[in-house]
Nanobody, 124 residues
């Protein structure tokens, strides 16, 4: 059974940094790409960033470009999101996603595997 498990969400102060982690299993699962989305209360789930599993291709949303950094671990089933200069508007549930579609798209429908999310709260 394919599983994506996020961790690292917590309460952080404005201006702080946080790194989220995602572990994808089983190891035999080889998606084309892995990515991060977030969903704030009352809002749609939005794309943040993605990285191809077997290349250096990365895609960022203009919303967070320069503020967040996505990267893989040495083991290709580990995914991270480094978030800097956090603001209260970054408060959301953050989701790890994977896609077997041979492209990176920003639309939610283009991702066919999801984690349950980890909550990030940025206090003002």
């Amino acid at each position: 059974q394919i599983q994506l498990v996020e961790s690292g969400g917590r309460l952080v102060q404005t201006g702080g940094s946080l790194t989220l982690s995602c572990t994808i299993s089983p190891l035999a699962f080889k998606p084309y790409a892995m990515g991060w989305f977030r969903q704030a209360p009352g809002k749609e789930r939005e794309f943040l960033a993605a990285v191809a599993r077997d290349s250096d291709r990365t895609v960022y949303s203009d919303l967070i470009k320069g503020q967040f950094t996505i990267y893989r671990g040495n083991a290709k089933n580990e995914l991270y999101l480094r978030m800097d200069t956090l603001q209260p508007e970054d408060t959301a549930d953050y989701y790890c996603a994977a896609t077997t579609i041979l492209d990176i798209v920003k639309e939610r429908a283009g991702w066919n595997f999801w984690g349950r999310g980890t909550r990030v709260t940025v206090s003002s």
